[in-house]
């Protein structure tokens, strides 16, 4: 079946401008992750939305960054003024349910900021 | 192409080798550990997984290895062949409410026909 999608593929963008990265999870699948991947660089934990829960924010960096889930399903991570350290890999995963289950990953989108 | 590759440990085997890749995690509580793989520019890919409860578990052509006592995991790959060139991630997750996944650096695997 179709795996994680995430559009765009790739985003460049100019320091100062908002963006906008969107996230399908697998279908049936409540949990969602977003993840940065920095040059050179392991994942960091941003953002994880379960269900109709209260998202854990711990990961987001900055007020500039921020995430919604709308009716279950898609995902949209929004990074406000961007700023050049912005600049990464963003990662998302989805899993069946909390609980240590396998997170199944999209390609991801590579954000530049000039 | 990306240059992920630039500060991480690397790993070059010859095509037919047997290839170790080793990790070391952080928390004693961890209780589910993943290994990843990632082609570059591509998302990781699923390998294998661990539960605290085993030691070793395998899967096709591929093995993981677990030790608790000394917080540390390997993944063994048998007759690498080229096509498992990549970073290998490994993961754990400490439990908790989240259970996000706290990920190592990476190991980049080259493998020489």
């Known amino acids: 079946g179709a795996g994680v999608s995430q559009s765009p593929s790739n985003k460049v963008t100019e320091k100062g401008k908002d963006v906008e990265l969107r996230c399908d999870p697998i279908?049936?699948?409540?949990?969602l992750y977003w993840y940065r991947q920095s040059l050179g660089q392991g994942l960091e934990f941003l953002i994880y939305?379960?269900?109709?829960?209260?998202?854990?924010k711990s990961g987001l960096p900055s007020d500039r960054f921020s995430a919604e889930r709308t009716g279950g399903s898609v995902s949209t991570l929004t990074i406000q003024r961007t700023q050049q350290e912005d600049s990464a890999v963003y990662l998302c995963a989805s899993s069946t349910r909390n609980g240590g289950e396998t997170q199944y990953f999209g390609p991801g989108t590579r954000l530049l900021v000039l | 192409g990306e240059s992920v590759g630039l500060h991480l440990p690397t790993l070059s085997v010859q095509e037919g080798d047997n290839s170790i890749i080793n990790c070391a995690y952080s928390n004693s509580a961890s209780d589910y550990f993943i290994w990843y793989k990632q082609e570059s520019g591509k998302g990781p890919q699923f390998i294998i997984d661990i539960r605290s409860n085993m030691d070793k578990r395998q899967g096709q052509r591929v093995t993981v290895l677990l030790n608790k006592t000394v917080k540390h995991l390997s993944l063994q790959i048998a007759a690498t062949q080229p096509g498992d060139s990549a970073v290998y991630f490994c993961a754990e997750i400490a439990g908790g409410a989240t259970n996000k996944l706290i990920f190592g650096t990476g190991t980049l695997l080259a493998v020489q026909p």
């Open positions: 279908s049936g699948h409540t949990a």
């Open positions: 939305f379960q269900g109709n829960s209260a998202p854990d």
